[in-house]
Structure formats: C-alpha cells, structure tokens
C-alpha cells in the first residue's frame, strides 16, 4: 500500500525514477508474499518468517486482515483463509465482535512474545495485552476483507455487532481505565483508556451498514 501511493506522489512531483522503484517494489512484495508466507497447515497468512524457515502462526486477524484487503491473496486464496480463520473463530468461542477482536485467535509462545523479553519475570497469559485481548482496531481491515471476499453475512453481522458495542461505550474510557484492550469475558486489561485506534473500525461498521461508500480504490491513490 505504502509503495503503490508513493509511487503516485512521487510521480506528481516529476520524481519518476523513484516513482518506478516504488512500483517495483510493490510487484515483488505481491509476487513473493502469498508463497512465502501462507501456511500450508492452516491456509491463512502467519505472522512472520524467522530466518531459520520457520512459519510463526497464531492465527493473526490484524495480519490477514491488510493482506487480504489490500489483494495480496489471490481471491481463491482470500476465501480459504477467512473460512478457516472464521471456523476457527466460532471453535475458540468468539461468537460475537461487540468488544472487538483479537490480534491473535492462538495464545502466543513464550519465545516469540514481546513482553517477556522486555521484564523476563512476567508470562502473560492469553486474552492479555497484545496476545489475544479484543481490541478495536482490529476489526477495520478484517471486517473489509470478510465483506470484499464472499463472507457478506458474517461481515453484516460483525458490522452490527461492533456498532452495538460502539454505542455502549465498550471503546471509550478515562485515563488508565484500560478498556482499550479487554479480555474475551470483557475485563479491561490495556493501560490507556479511549484510543484513537479503536474508532477506526467505524469505517468499516459504517460501510456495511449502508452508511458510507469506499473510494474506488480503495486503499491506495491511482495516477
């Protein structure tokens, strides 16, 4: 996405060279990612790649979300991973997005989780933080991505259950209320409070509500 729109405004500002290795740049990402970084297990897209081969796969919705909706998936690709990922959402429990959605469906080992390499003495548990609590912004690419590839009810229905959650409150609170992140029973377990990035999935919500049209296209400048 990043490339795709520098490669327009870099173009409008007579800086076509640069122009030209942002497209470049874009077509490599699109050429190599599905093959690189599709599990073959799961069907969805996994977190990372370390360098010793290894696919590092929890289930990541704020991955495959911005992969999906910006079409770095082939459509037949696309469907099989939100079927799965959906499956796996209904298996897990998460039957409804009032309060959001995770980051990740699967709790995250020990050695590719963040905060324990930072206070050694802490293990986080799942729904915690940034290893699977509900959260807000989430939502906002996997909810256009359900909606973009076949999955029309279950985005609908998404849709209507964020905006049930967004009248609630569930997204808005004081300073170190923590209600940013929440865990799937819908204890605060952030730090913050209101954040900024959970309104963003009101983009999507009011889209699917009829409430609002996307540009064409919609996530990137075309020129």
């Known amino acids: 996405r990043a490339y795709r729109n520098g490669a327009v405004l870099l173009k409008m500002v007579g800086r076509e060279d640069l122009a030209q290795r942002c497209r470049e740049a874009a077509t490599g990402i699109k050429a190599s990612f599905a093959k690189t970084l599709i599990n073959p297990q799961t069907g969805w897209v996994a977190g990372w790649k370390s360098r010793d081969g290894q696919l590092h ?131 605060p377990t952030g730090y913050e409070g209101t954040s900024t990035l959970c309104q963003s999935s009101l983009y999507a919500v009011a889209i699917e509500l009829g409430l609002a049209t996307p540009p064409d296209p919609e996530w990137w400048l075309t020129g």
């Not at 796969?57 to 690709?77: R, T």
Request: charged content about 15%; overall charge negative; aromatic content about 14%.
């Open 57 to 187: 796969d929890y289930a990541f919705l704020w991955v495959n979300g911005p992969a999906i909706a910006f079409g770095l998936l082939e459509p037949a690709q696309a469907r099989i991973a939100l079927g799965n990922l959906e499956k796996l959402r209904q298996a897990v429990g998460l039957t409804t997005a009032a309060m959001g959605l995770p980051f990740n469906l699967l709790p995250i080992d020990k050695g590719d989780h963040m905060l324990p390499k930072y206070f050694s003495a802490i293990q986080p548990p799942f729904e915690f933080y940034t290893d699977g609590a509900l959260n807000g912004w989430t939502p906002l690419y996997y909810l256009r991505a359900l909606s973009a590839y076949g999955f029309k009810e279950q985005a609908r229905q998404m849709a209507a259950e964020l905006d049930e959650g967004y009248a609630l409150g569930m997204f808005r609170g004081g300073n170190g209320s923590g209600v940013e992140w929440r865990t799937w029973a819908g204890c």
